[in-house]
């Protein structure tokens, strides 16, 4: 469904992303992990239309995204959940949720989609009216993931979601995303967690200085010594089993 074929990104002179082809089926749970610095939020930044790619296609299903301008990503089915979440603070949760639902498919099915998140999130038909910024940094998560969900999205970009938040609500937001992914929405996770990424993922890729080095499934990957003293800890295997 989505495809990217020899992707190149770069900033001024430098170049941040080299020859990137990667795909993310209908059905899939894509992990890209990798260290800092390697290019993780250049390149869904690239696939969200927020930064242009230098060289390269991208498309989605018959659509080609590489030259849309980038308020067009969310009408062809691309939804973000940025790093640190960026929600209006000082507005409602349900002003930041129905932001997700601007473009009129969306905002047709406005009431459908609330419940569906709420759903999902139990907790958030308390926090209706709350003003988002009063929520702690996992309720916060979960409001960012749900107003994309807004949008009815063919594929969610997740932009480090666990970042700066404890271990029990991490496990909770992994548990939501393979249900999103399980009710039909493609998702591409960014994450720095490489355990838990790879243990939910269905697919990844390894990113390094702005290259993927390998790819594979997760299983595979997990057993490569390289991978494992790179970037999995000894408690690896016993934070991904309690997902």
Known sequence: MLELRSVEARYGAAV?????????GP????SIVGPNGAGKTTLINVIAGIHRAAAGTMTL????????????????????VPEGRHLFTSMTVRENLELGSYRSEAKASRRESLE?????FPPLAEWLDRPAGTLSGGQ??????????MARPRVLLLDEPSLGLAPVIVLELFKIIRRVNAEGV???????????????????????QGRIVTEG??????????LRAAYLGADAAGAAASL
């Open 61 to 80: 299903g018959t659509r080609d995204l590489t030259r849309l301008p980038a308020w067009r990503f969310c009408d062809e089915g691309v939804a973000i």
């Open 217 to 226: 499934a997760p299983d595979a990957l997990m057993r490569e010594p390289r």
């Open 116 to 120: 569906r998140v709420a759903s999902m």
């Open 186 to 208: 493609a998702v591409l996770l960014v994450e720095q967690n490489v355990a838990m990424a790879l243990d939910i993922a269905t697919r990844a890729y390894v990113l390094e």
């Open 27 to 30: 059905a899939d749970l894509v």
């Open 140 to 149: 916060q998560q979960m409001a960012a993931i749900a107003r994309a969900l």
């Open 16 to 24: 941040a992303l080299r020859d990137i082809s990667l795909s993310v």
